[in-house]
């Protein structure tokens, strides 16, 4: 793996196959998160892990905006891996909407699209438990953790699901000082209506749209990806194909790997641009 950091966005690449793809996060996560699906493309693909902002090692904001997360990863990959032409980009969630943005200001970094379990409608908090799962972590006193088992223990009661609190506790560093969290949660937490919406199109994106084709992924167990988001998706991503995964909730790409690798796969080495 080789670390291609800039001074505001962290990323890993790994592999070294000619076709290029980027992995951009959700919530909570990290590059990190795609190491299993980047290895599973191998040898055709030579993949870059990107830590978005807020999250990981890349560094923290003051503000956050769909628009400025997007233009710092068009930034970091004019300056490095889409230097010498555009490449594929997978968004999950966030980072899905993440991945749309880049797509529509800046579509000539961009050769084919993949958003996994997200859609460009405002997907509030009748759609996410998000709100629960940061005053969870806000709510743990992190100064007195002594080990990760500590923030385990007290993080048991409001989140019982040993799957997401390990997602979770992968967030957890420890400095040297004393453990602590790795995101920007008092950023996230006064953010979160804007990481739940999307940017208007109207007047943040002058209603342009993506020429490159799209495949959406959705987990046949989540509700983020609706029929009736469908008009706006096609508004903006005419070349759109539509894949739901079964048995899999929002984390597609956790729940079953080898069907998103299988699908990228299939889509990214198709010769239709």
């Given amino acids: 793996m080789t670390d291609t950091s800039s001074t505001t966005v962290h990323s890993?690449?790994?592999?070294?196959?000619?076709?290029?793809?980027?992995?951009?996060?959700?919530?909570?996560?990290?590059?990190?998160?795609?190491?299993?699906?980047?290895?599973g493309l191998q040898p055709e693909f030579r993949s870059l892990l990107v830590d978005l902002p807020n999250h990981g090692q890349s560094d923290w904001t003051e503000e956050l905006d769909y628009l400025q997360l997007a233009d710092q990863v068009a930034e970091h990959l004019e300056s490095s891996f889409a230097a010498d032409g555009p490449v594929d980009v997978v968004g999950h969630s966030m980072g899905g909407k993440v991945a749309m943005v880049l797509a529509l200001r800046h579509p000539e970094l961009v050769r084919k699209l993949v958003i996994i379990d997200i859609s460009p409608v405002g997907s509030g908090s009748s759609r996410s438990e998000f709100h629960h799962l940061l005053d969870a972590l806000a709510a743990v006193d992190i100064e007195s953790a002594e080990r990760r088992s500590d923030v385990d223990a007290a993080?048991?009661?409001?989140?019982?699901?040993?799957?997401?609190?390990?997602?979770?506790?992968?967030?957890?560093?420890?400095?040297?000082?004393?453990?602590?969290?790795?995101?920007?949660?008092?950023?996230?937490?006064?953010?979160?209506?804007?990481?739940?919406?999307?940017p208007d199109i109207e007047t943040d994106l002058d209603q342009v749209q993506f020429p490159g084709r799209v495949l959406w992924i959705a987990g046949e167990k989540s509700n983020y990806v609706k029929d009736e988001d469908e008009p706006v998706m096609r508004a903006l991503f005419p070349s759109t194909i539509r894949l739901k995964v079964r048995?899999?909730?929002?984390?597609?790409?956790?729940?079953?790997?080898?069907?998103?690798?299988?699908?990228?796969?299939?889509?990214l080495l198709s010769e239709r641009k």
């Fill in 12 to 39: 890993v690449e790994t592999g070294d196959g000619d076709h290029r793809v980027v992995f951009l996060h959700g919530l909570f996560g990290r590059g990190k998160n795609f190491s299993m699906i980047a290895k």
């Fill in 155 to 198: 993080l048991k009661d409001p989140i019982p699901e040993v799957g997401v609190r390990g997602f979770l506790l992968q967030n957890l560093k420890n400095d040297g000082d004393g453990l602590r969290w790795q995101p920007n949660l008092t950023l996230l937490r006064s953010e979160l209506e804007t990481i739940m919406g999307f």
């Fill in 247 to 267: 048995g899999a909730s929002h984390w597609v790409h956790s729940d079953r790997p080898q069907e998103v690798i299988n699908a990228l796969r299939t889509f």
